[in-house]
T-cell receptor, first 111, second 113 residues
Framework: GQQLNQSPQSMFIQEGEDVSMNCTSS?????WLWYKQEPGEGPVLLIA?????ELTSNGRLTAQFGITRKDSFLNISASIPSDVGIYFC???????????FGKGTKLTVNP | DTEVTQTPKHLVMGMTNKKSLKCEQH?????MYWYKQKAKKPPELMFV???????INESVPSRFSPECPNSSLLNLHLHALQPEDSALYLC????????????FGPGTRLLVL
């Protein structure tokens, strides 16, 4: 089945630093989604990508749909303490109704 | 408005109890989903409803019984659960079509004693 490798597993950074995380797939995806989840809450959609090469921003967040359709990255610029949480990538491909999730990147921001 | 609501927020139940989780969306989405999420893990798909019909059951034990009374509501009926069923249960919804993006509710934190 489809699998997503998300890295890094965790990050510890200082406030103000930039962050980058990525996901790679063993197969082609048609949609890439990035979610953020805080403790005790559901995942919140940050950015949705639908086209290879697409680069989309949402405030300090920027995500790209890789040109090979097998990868995506998420960048966070000038991190702040409220960026803390677990970031999940998710993708869909091959006509499947199902989303495949990465294992998440846990972000800790030290003030 | 991209809100999916879930009730209750927390639930504690014994192994002989029967309870239900509820999910509601008013975005006109025609696909609704139940996920189970264990701590520090990604969500795991349980069920998908498309146009109020069950389209995917990920081999979920029969002690979990989904129901979609109408296009805005999704229930998950629980009966004779086991302690290992304790988890965060997430509901999501999406439009139909190739650009469907899933929006998640806040979840129900379930503890089975």
């Amino acid at each position: 089945g489809q699998q997503l490798n998300q890295s890094p597993q965790s990050m510890f950074i200082q406030e103000g630093e930039d962050v980058s995380m990525n996901c790679t797939s063993s197969s082609i995806f048609n949609t890439w989604l990035w979610y953020k989840q805080e403790p005790g809450e559901g995942p919140v959609l940050l950015i949705a990508l639908y086209k290879a090469g697409e680069l989309t921003s949402n405030g300090r967040l920027t995500a790209q749909f890789g040109i090979t359709r097998k990868d995506s990255f998420l960048n966070i610029s000038a991190s702040i303490p409220s960026d803390v949480g677990i970031y999940f990538c998710a993708g869909r491909g091959g006509g499947s109704e199902k989303l495949v999730f990465g294992k998440g990147t846990k972000l800790t921001v030290n003030p | 408005d991209t809100e999916v609501t879930q009730t209750p927020k927390h639930l504690v139940m014994g192994m002989t109890n029967k309870k239900s989780l509820k999910c509601e969306q008013h975005m006109g989405h025609r696909a609704m989903y139940w996920y189970k999420q264990k701590a520090k893990k990604p969500p795991e798909l349980m069920f998908v409803y498309s146009y109020e019909k069950l389209s995917i059951n990920e081999s979920v034990p029969s002690r979990f019984s989904p129901e979609c009374p109408n296009s805005s509501l999704l229930n998950l009926h629980l009966h004779a659960l086991q302690p290992e069923d304790s988890a965060l249960y997430l509901c999501a919804s999406s439009q139909e079509g190739p650009r469907e993006t899933q929006y998640f509710g806040p979840g129900t934190r379930l503890l089975v004693l």
